[in-house]
């Protein structure tokens, strides 16, 4: 009986102890900083002095792609244009694809090996490409970055090669991979282990400098960073389930070490939380009045899934406060946004997603309006 007693008591420490040690934070002596975030909310899992100003060598290519992905959707940029190599493009030093001058490839190859081979000669033609010299595209990327709210990141170039000044933050880095992340193409870019370029002549081979997307399950990107200057960097992320985190680690000593404490970073993560849905993508949820507009409303629908995560086991109160824009004039075109949704949590407000237009409503003709004006008439009390 003694001995019973004696093993169930054992047996309930253990796993206190095991809970326990589960939920701690991990903290690190051999990084500069680092951040684990939920991709969907944006909501701040794991902090080690986030906001630090560091350069971040070649994870500033997260926000080149930002900018190149932007162009794409918006059909400024077509995945098959061609893209001519300037002098300047063919000269940068570091990691390359070895472009010449006047070599032409399209904006897919070159995102490509921009996302999987870290190539700066690529980064530095499409930017060329897109704004007319780098310069012009490194003031768009200062830009956006402002536009984000990031307050401890100026970029001087396209690459993250070594330049004064030229600095970001864990904090702004996880931001920057939130945003890139809602391009949902790039991760079939990131998340590729190796491909070919140039297979018709000379194959080159890219092999991704994120060894990460091998080792660790859900891994499919972003992008990792070494100077000498910055050491070893790596801004990652996996998805499990619904749930995809982003780690962002500066300054690791060896790419063992950074590997490893990405991985532990994010191990945390899905140890230690769950994913809530409140409501899905499209979902429509309120409708908005048009003023002028061919038809009188609309319906307004989320953008993105209204999604946030919590630890396992927590208990809390949500409310949601939906907002709508009363001053709306036609025409709305499609995806417009029209208000917004808010989630708070025990009345502390967490998260916010936009509410957009589910269709273009075009500017009414006259008919519509004396149409609508004698119905009006006709109807009232």
């Not at 991709?39 to 994870?59: C, T, W």
């Not at 070919?196 to 990107?221: C, H, M």
């Not at 409501?279 to 409708?287: I, R």
């Not at 997603?353 to 006709?378: G, M």
């Amino acid at each position: 009986m003694l001995k019973k007693i004696m093993f169930l008591f054992c047996l309930t420490l253990f796993i206190c102890l095991q809970s326990q040690s589960s939920a701690a934070e991990p903290a690190f002596d051999n990084i500069k900083s680092g951040i684990l975030i939920d991709a969907d909310s944006g909501m701040v899992i794991y902090d080690q002095n986030s906001s630090e100003k560091l350069p971040p060598a070649s994870m500033t290519k997260i926000a080149t792609l930002l900018l190149i992905m932007e162009e794409v959707n918006s059909g400024s940029l077509k995945w098959d244009d061609k893209v001519t190599t300037s002098s300047t493009a063919a000269g940068m030093g570091g990691s390359q694809i070895y472009l010449k001058e006047g070599e032409t490839m399209t904006v897919r190859e070159l995102i490509k090996a921009i996302s999987i081979a870290s190539a700066n000669d690529a980064s530095v033609a499409l930017a060329e490409h897109i704004a007319g010299t780098e310069e012009a595209f490194v003031s768009k990327m200062n830009q956006k970055a402002e536009e984000l709210g990031l307050k401890n990141t100026h970029f001087k170039n396209v690459t993250g090669l070594p330049d004064e000044g030229h600095v970001s933050s864990a904090m702004d880095m996880a931001r920057l991979a939130m945003e890139l992340l809602t391009h949902e193409e790039i991760t079939e870019f990131t998340g590729t282990y190796d491909d070919y370029l140039r297979q018709d002549e000379n194959p080159f081979w890219l092999v991704n400098t994120n060894k990460l997307i091998r080792s660790y399950p859900g891994a499919d990107g972003l992008k990792t960073g070494f100077t000498n200057e910055a050491k070893y960097c790596l801004t990652a992320t996996a998805k499990r389930g619904d749930m995809r985190l982003i780690s962002v680690v500066f300054g690791a000593p060896s790419s063992k070490e950074r590997n490893q404490v990405s991985s532990d970073i994010l191990n945390y993560g899905f140890k230690n939380y769950v994913t809530k849905t409140f409501n899905q993508k499209g979902e429509v949820l309120a409708e908005a009045a048009i003023n002028k507009g061919s038809a009188e409303k609309i319906h307004a629908e989320l953008k993105n899934s209204l999604k946030i995560i919590e630890k396992k086991n927590e208990k809390a109160q949500y409310t949601r406060k939906l907002t709508v824009y009363k001053k709306l004039d036609a025409p709305i075109n499609k995806g417009q946004e029209v208000g917004y949704v808010s989630l708070h949590k025990n009345g502390k407000e967490i998260s916010k997603e936009l509410l957009i237009s589910s269709k273009h409503i075009k500017k009414a003709d006259w008919t519509d309006l004396f149409r609508r004006s004698w119905k009006r008439v006709l109807y009232a009390e």
